[in-house]
């Protein structure tokens, strides 16, 4: 079993910063893809940003520039680096990771999500 930690959120100003963490724990074998969503109320959740295990990056438009995914694969982290926020990035976020065990089977773990609020 994988087990999946965000923190880091909070409340922020509008034009602030904030880096929001995703760390796995428990039986770890390879962690490939992880990812960010959020959720704002009464809004579906919404893809943020993924990451390969390679570094390699994607993200939603209404981020792309101000948000960077990171991870350490050595600590098994994962980082959203958030500048110049939005009082609409206001949401729960929650990270994901798609983890294979050593016999190939690959399933996909979620973290409990984190609050982050922007005030205008």
């Known amino acids: 079993q994988v087990q999946l930690v965000d923190s880091g959120g909070g409340l922020v100003k509008a034009g602030g910063s904030l880096r929001v963490s995703c760390t796995a724990s428990?039986?770890?074998?390879?962690?490939?893809?992880m990812g960010w969503y959020r959720q704002a109320p009464g809004k579906e959740l919404e893809l943020v940003a993924t990451?390969?295990?390679?570094?390699?990056?994607t993200y939603a438009d209404s981020v792309k520039g101000r948000f960077t995914a990171s991870r350490d694969n050595t600590r098994n982290t994962m980082y959203l680096q958030m500048n110049s926020l939005k009082p609409e990035d206001t949401a729960v976020y929650y990270c994901?990771?798609?983890?294979?065990?050593?016999?190939?089977?690959?399933?996909?773990?979620w973290g409990q999500g984190t609050q982050v609020t922007v005030s205008s």
């Open positions: 994901n990771a798609d983890h294979s065990d050593r016999n190939g089977y690959t399933a996909r773990y």
């Open positions: 990451i390969t295990r390679g570094g390699s990056t």
């Open positions: 428990g039986t770890i074998f390879s962690i490939r893809g």
